[in-house]
Each structure stands twice: as C-alpha cells, then as structure tokens.
C-alpha cells in the first residue's frame, strides 16, 4: 500500500494565515470561487513534500504579505496507514535564509534528499502553465525530466545541479580563453568535471525516456484517441559522442563564450500521429498532451519505487468534454490518493462525489465538507 497525506497546516502561505486542511485517501476535491486559494493550496502540499514550488522559481512570492516566513506542517500516512504509522515532516521558509526541513522533528539531511522522497510521499503535480511543457521551449521539457528523475534519486538532482554549475564555470573561463586571460590547456580540467556530471544526466534520461513514451503512449490513447503518440529525445551529442563532440566543439565554443554541447542543450520532441505537438499542436491537443505527459510520470513513478504518487492537479476538468471529465473521474478515485480543484462540483458526478472527500474554501480559509456521501466513506479523515 502506498503512502498518502492525512493533514496540512499551512502557516503565512500566500493568502492563508493558518489553517488546517484534512485530507482522505482517494479523490479529495478542494471546491471554491476563484482568487480563494485553490491553486494556493494544491502548491503548498506541493511545497510540503518536495520543499519547493513548482509555481516559481522565486520562494519570496508564496510568503503571505506582510509576513517574514512561511511554514508548513504535513502529516503523512505511511504505507496505506495499515501499521499506524506516520510521519511529520516540515518545511520552515523566511527569505534570505536557507529552509528548515524537518522529518520527524530531525533536520533532513539535504533539500535534494527532502524532495526524493524524503517526506514519505512523492507528487505529481499539472498546473495550467504546464502546458509549457509540451507547447514552450526545450528548457521547459528538460525541466519536466529533470524533476521527474530527480524526485526518484537525490544522485541525480545532485548531477543536475553540479552540471549546471560547471558548465557555467566552462563558460566564463571559455570567455577568459578568447580573451587572452587564460590558456586553453585549463580546458581539460573543467571538460573533464562538466562530461562526468553530463555522462550521469544523460545517462538517467536514457534509462527513462523510452519507458516514459510508451506510458505516454498508453495515456494519449485514453485520453485522446486512437493516435500514435511518441516521445523521441533528440541530443546535441549522442552518449557515446559526448566527451569527443564536446573535444570538437571547443574552437567554436571558445569564439562563442558558451558551451554548446550536452545534455543542457538536449530536447524531446513529442509528437502525435508523428507531429510535433510543440509545432503544430493545438491548444487543446498541447494541453492533453501535457496531461498525458504527467500520467506517464505517475505511472512511471509507481513502477520505479513501489508506491503510487500523490497527484495535485489544479482545475483540471474545466477545458474538458463530458466523457473526458468522466474518465478523470475514476483514474483519480483509482489512486491512492488526488487532490483536484474546481470552482464547480458538477463538473464530478453524483456517484464520484459519494465517494469524493470535499473541501471548501473560501478567502484562505478551509471549511471541510459535511456532505453525507463523504461522511460516510470508508477512509475519510478522522476530525481533528
Ligand atoms: N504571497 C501572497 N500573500 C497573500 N496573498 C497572496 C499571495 N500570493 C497570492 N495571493 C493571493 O491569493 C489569492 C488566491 O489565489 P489562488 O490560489 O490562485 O486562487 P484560486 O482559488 O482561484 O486558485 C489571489 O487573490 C492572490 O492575490
Ligand atoms: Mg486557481
């Protein structure tokens, strides 16, 4: 049985001052007007587990106006709750300082080793902007992978994270090269340290990509239609290439000042019936494509650690068709646990919402649902 969230307080996070949601195993829909704090509280579940945002690179934002920190607490239910046993885990943000991450009352080790998994739980998450994956730039699906990859293994966050670096160091000195303030013998040191971190990166994609595209494949057919749909990487330097491409590459990489090869210059194409969605995809088609792109994420992640992933998706059902909305329906009560927002309850069917554990909000404040279908469910959260 796989892990699930049982409560969240959320202290100064963005319009909430404090409150306490409740959650149940299963369907969970967060129901609300809009400008309430849906989308606020799906992100900060998401900050919970992982210690980030997806929403921004910019951690001030999600502190409430006028506040010095943020802060939230999270209560997770290990293993289907059948032992009993729980964890308590933290994340502590005031800006300008480095975040407060506790597991059980004990510091995590490292922000990388939190979001893998450190929690208890992993999530998947679709916000709207997402759809960047599919129809924004290479940067957007590298991120998507590397997330993905990242929330599985701390060493691979850490490769990410070390590449980057030293590829921004080959840059400056490639720069200080053209310029006359260093030799290019000093390449070799750092050519050496950006395809150690590069081989790793590559290397972690590979092993994921082709897996990924076949549930891709499997979520476009739901969800979509009968289309064949892939995922295809396409790299600036092949694996096998890589440390002699990057050798090639260095007299024009030295008149540029930029590295021009390796896995932050890679991209995946994502193509139904063999067209590029990015290219030629409609807006719905590149939303649906996204969707389907976290599904194979969800799927994938089940397979590679054992236990399903929390899904948080914001205001998934509104841009769908009936038969669509219905099949998310039941794919999300078929989880472990999901937690969706929606300004509208009949957008889920009477016979979804019996068995759905539903959450009011309304201005930063939880109100939780009293309905007799979901009172009556079988896992509902206990009160208090
Ligand atoms: N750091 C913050 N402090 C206080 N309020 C914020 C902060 N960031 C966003 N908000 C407010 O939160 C409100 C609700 O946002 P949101 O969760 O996106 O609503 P929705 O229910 O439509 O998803 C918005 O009106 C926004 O102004
Ligand atoms: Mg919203």
Redesign the pocket.
């Known amino acids: 049985m796989s892990s699930y969230l049982r409560a969240l307080r959320l202290v ?5 001052a404090d409150a306490t949601v409740l959650l149940a195993p299963g369907l969970n829909i967060v129901v ?12 900060a579940v998401s900050f919970a587990v992982t210690g980030s945002t997806p929403r921004t690179p910019n951690d ?8 010095d920190f943020t802060r939230t607490e999270m209560r997770v239910s290990l293993n289907g709750g059948s032992g009993g046993e729980e964890r308590k885990v933290a994340v502590g943000y005031a800006p300008g300082q480095k975040k407060r991450l506790t597991v059980d009352g004990a510091p995590a080790p490292s922000l990388t080793a939190y979001a893998a998994g450190g929690a208890g739980v992993r999530v998947v998450t679709f916000f709207p902007d997402d759809i960047r994956i599919v129809k924004g730039a290479p940067a957007d699906r590298r991120e998507f992978l590397d997330d993905l990859l990242s929330s599985m293994r701390p060493t691979y966050a850490r490769a990410v994270a070390e590449y980057a670096k030293a590829v921004q160091q080959r840059n400056q000195l490639l720069r200080r090269i053209r310029d006359g303030f260093s030799s290019e013998r000093t390449l070799s040191t750092w050519d050496r340290k950006v395809v150690d971190f590069g081989t790793t990166v590559l290397e972690g994609r590979a092993a994921a990509i082709q897996p990924l595209a076949s549930l891709f494949g499997d979520a476009v057919r739901a969800l979509y239609g009968p289309e064949k749909a892939a995922l295809r990487y396409s790299h600036s330097a092949p694996l096998e290439e890589y440390a002699e491409a990057l050798r090639e590459a260095r007299g024009a990489d030295i008149e540029r000042g930029t590295t021009s090869v390796g896995p932050h210059r890679d991209d995946f194409v994502v193509l139904f019936g063999g067209v590029s969605m990015t290219t030629y995809g409609s807006q719905g088609q590149q939303r649906l494509g996204t969707l389907a792109l976290k599904f194979a994420a969800r799927e994938y992640l089940r397979a590679q650690t054992g236990q399903d992933p929390v899904l948080l998706f ?2 998934v059902m509104s841009e769908l068709d009936k038969r669509r909305r219905g099949y998310l329906s039941e794919y999300f009560l078929g989880s472990t646990q999901a937690v969706i ?1 929606t ?1 509208n309850l009949e957008y889920f069917e009477e016979k979804v919402l019996e068995k759905a554990w539903v959450v009011r ?1 309304s201005g ?1 404040s939880v109100s939780q649902d009293t309905r007799a279908g979901a009172t009556n469910r079988a896992g509902k959260p206990e009160t208090a």
């Open positions: 100064n996070f963005r319009n909430y609300g007007d809009n400008a309430q704090g849906k989308t606020n509280l799906l992100e001030p934002e999600i502190v409430r106006w006028g506040e914001d205001d927002t300004t909000i930063g």
